[in-house]
């Protein structure tokens, strides 16, 4: 019921940054949980960041420092700064709502964007 869409991704060199929008829309409710995913080649999905409906955070400790989450007022759209990129940061992102918890579980959130594609290189 919720429709994700991000934006944003990109190619950048280590120590850029970028900023990732995601757009939700088509939910009567609006107090639900958002949250940041990333998938690296090779690697499983991990979690990056999320924000609640009371606009409380959590970072995953690899971005903590140099990623910053955050949403309009409206509650329409999600960021997420990205300052400081590292190679290691290269993964299709992934936008995620959700009405439980924990904030860091990928099954918390039920639906999902398509996600959009962050390169960081030299």
């Known amino acids: 019921q919720v429709l994700l869409s991000e934006s944003g991704g990109g190619l950048v060199q280590p120590g850029g940054s970028l900023r990732l929008s995601c757009t939700a829309s088509?939910?009567?409710?609006?107090?639900?949980?958002m949250a940041w995913f990333r998938q690296a080649p090779g690697k499983e999905r991990e979690f990056v960041a999320a924000?609640?409906?009371?606009?409380?955070?959590v970072h995953a400790d690899s971005v903590r420092g140099r990623f910053t989450i955050s949403r309009e007022s409206a509650e329409s759209t999600m960021y997420l700064q990205m300052n400081s990129l590292k190679h290691e940061d290269t993964a299709i992102y992934y936008c995620a709502a959700g009405w439980t918890t924990p904030l860091t579980w990928e099954t918390s959130y039920d639906f999902w964007g398509q996600g959009t594609q962050v390169t960081v290189s030299a």
């Open positions: 088509g939910s009567t409710n609006n107090d639900y949980n």
């Open positions: 924000l609640t409906s009371t606009l409380m955070s």
